[in-house]
Nanobody, 120 residues
Framework: QVQLVESGGGLGRPGGSRGLSCAAS????????MGWYRQAPGKQRELVAV???????VYADSVKGRFTISRDNAKNTVYLQMNTLSPEDTAVYYC??????????????WGQGTQVTVSS
């Protein structure tokens, strides 16, 4: 019943900026960690950034200083602000959240993925 819906993907220019958002809906008792992963062609899916329920953050070295993850708990939404984009940022970006939907169930949920392409 829980669903994550992403938005904000598309074409970006080198050096430019773009923002992604992901909203969770459905039966949600609480949300712990929320994060963004990405998968480039021919590569494994990798962690981009994660934010805890207390707003502590962890970033991949490749995006430190350029990307910012944030969350709005009232909206059950996580954001990824991407600055100083590089063609190497081109990938499908996936939203992930650890959500407790009942007293007996806590699971990872994934968004459908959104394509981000950085090109001149």
């Amino acid at each position: 019943q829980v669903q994550l819906v992403e938005s904000g993907g598309g074409l970006g220019r080198p050096g430019g900026s773009r923002g992604l958002s992901c909203a969770a809906s459905g039966k949600i008792l609480s949300i712990n960690d929320m994060g963004w992963y990405r998968q480039a062609p021919g590569k494994q899916r990798e962690l981009v950034a994660v934010i805890g329920s207390g707003s502590s953050t962890v970033y991949a070295d490749s995006v430190k200083g350029r990307f910012t993850i944030s969350r709005d708990n009232a909206k059950n939404t996580v954001y990824l602000q991407m600055n100083t984009l590089s063609p190497e940022d081109t990938a499908v970006y996936y939203c992930n959240a650890k959500i407790r939907s009942s007293i007996l169930r806590s699971s990872d949920y994934w968004g459908q993925g959104t394509q981000v392409t950085v090109s001149s």
